[in-house]
């Protein structure tokens, strides 16, 4: 059912430590304040507020980049603050009206859902996601009356001692709003408490005392409401988003030697029967295809891999791995490389910009920048295309079933044509025709008995 997310993001994060706004600071590859953003979006909001605090440019960039609108809230004066200046600036009054923080990175879809149904269908003026934490101390806690239904929240800071004992409900800080409500009365809110804050809890108050009903929703998975204050809760909540993400894979068929070792951004799709070894990193848009085994040691973002594929100690960004491509170990694949079906990429073996063709193969030690490669090439140890001049960028071009000898240094821009042999260790710095062999190298000589004559000379 559509409604309007509020994600009040303004918090300064002082206990990050650190020189980035707190809600920058990424959980499996995403930003903090992306997260809140998605679920809201996957639970069916159509439009997305983010309050952000002033000057945060790094927060503004990731939220419009989203689609989110941005107000910025100067002064930060409490959370009831941050959702008058949210409504006032955009002048939203009606339909529901959900309320994130965008340092709690943890809420599933599903339960924005929930709460958001539960306005709509039972016509209420407001419901609370409730939540009974192990240790409440921080936490507002939820008032009931004498027929359970939710009077009030109390802030810890204003509860009293017998409060904070026997109240062990607490507010999530997530609620769903009737917006017309919310918008006539958030402005009155008064900060006559204890921390002088303008507090959103007393929303529950002011409807009640208009006749309206509230209603709340308790929580299945404390895990949700997590909130990332800290460095040590951004590992606590990374943590539990990679048992969730890795659950999901398993569950679809993807095995893992070790899941506390295999670590997987939320936007990543992974084949069946594709095996992921410990200290697998897959992040960004990724995609593995089915039965393909990544890892040890690997580290993928945003990249595209086929069927079948082994990939071992192979560090890749922005590039495309088709069917039955074997790479490692120890390949670095950088942005713009593309390795068609049935490709090998060996030890140690760098390739940027270049496409590698159906079946060629660079096995060792090689560097390939900038390069067209056709099918059927093999790539001899050690070889090299001389891409760069200092100042600017060649192409190399080689044809298909090329034969390059090991250690052949290829000055670009030069191009190499369908069946030619290239010497070992030559230098090749002008176009090869097609089935030439192109050698550049001094002539070798012999000198008979050489050896036995330095030794003794050696020997004196
Ligand atoms: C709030 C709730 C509390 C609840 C708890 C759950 C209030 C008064 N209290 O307390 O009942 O148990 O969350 O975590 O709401 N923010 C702004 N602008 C502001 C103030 C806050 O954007 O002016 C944002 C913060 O960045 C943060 C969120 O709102 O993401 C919550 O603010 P915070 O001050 O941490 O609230 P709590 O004291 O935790
Ligand atoms: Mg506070």
Redesign the pocket.
Known sequence: MAFTALV??????TRMKSAHS??VHPILGKPLVAWPIEAARAAGAERVVC???AGAAEVNAICERLGAEVVE?A????????VRVALEATGIDSGCVVVL????PLVRPETIARLSEKVTVEGLAGAVLTMEPPDPT????IVLDAEDRILA?I??ADATLEQRELLRE????VYAFDGAALARLVGKIERSNA?G??????MIELLRAEGLSVGRVLVDDPTE?L?V?SRAQLAEATKVMQRRVNERLMADGVTMLDPDLVWVGPDVRVGRDTELWPLTFLMGQTSVGAGCVIGPNSRLTDVTVGEGCRLEETVASESVIEDGVTCGPRAYLRPGTHLMRGAHVGTSVEIKNSVIGEGSKVPHLSYIGDTSMGSGVNVGAASVTCNYDGSAKHRTTIGNDVFIGSDTMMVAPVTIGDGAITGAASCITKDVPAGALAIERSRQVIVEGYAERHAKKTAR
Do not use: F, P, W
């Not at 804050?197 to 007393?202: G, K, S």
């Open positions: 009040l993001a303004a918090g300064e994060g707190k809600t309050v952000s605090g809230q002064e930060r004066l409490g959370t009831g603050h941050a923080y965008g340092d709690t921080g936490y507002g806690r929240i802030e810890h607490c507010n999530s800080g921390q804050e303008y507090y959103l809890t007393d409401m909130g204050n």
